[in-house]
């Protein structure tokens, strides 16, 4: 499967960003859908994820109370809702699909699309 991520872009904190990702090549809703994160100098984070047909997530600690994750079946598309920014919250964001719901182990990964929260 294909994943196209965009969204990103550069926001003061406490401000807003949606990010997308479009799937392609194969049955969307075959695959568990998750973002991802990673920041200058760290490792790549977990952000959260979204069952097959969006009745259960799962997120972060980090970003619980602030980011939602949804998808809609019918658009090939998950999303990534990140309200009240923090400058922490700056890293590249990867969309990735699997088939193993809380695996934390993906199969197919977008491209990234950069986060950057200004202070």
């Known amino acids: 499967v294909q994943l196209q991520a965009s969204g990103g872009g550069l926001v003061q904190a406490g401000g807003s960003l949606r990010l997308s990702c479009v799937a392609s090549g194969r049955t969307f809703t075959n695959y568990v859908m998750g973002w991802f994160r990673q920041a200058p100098g760290k490792g790549r984070e977990f952000v959260a994820a979204?069952?097959?047909?969006?009745?259960?997530?799962e997120s972060a600690d980090s970003v619980k109370g602030r980011f939602t994750i949804s998808r809609d079946n019918g658009k090939n598309t998950v999303y990534l809702q990140m309200n009240s920014l923090k400058v922490e919250d700056t890293a590249v964001y990867y969309c990735?699909?699997?088939?193993?719901?809380?695996?934390?182990?993906?199969?197919?990964w977008g491209q990234g699309t950069l986060v950057t929260v200004s202070s």
């Open positions: 990735a699909a699997g088939t193993v719901w809380q695996s934390k182990s993906y199969d197919y």
């Open positions: 979204v069952s097959w047909r969006g009745g259960s997530t």
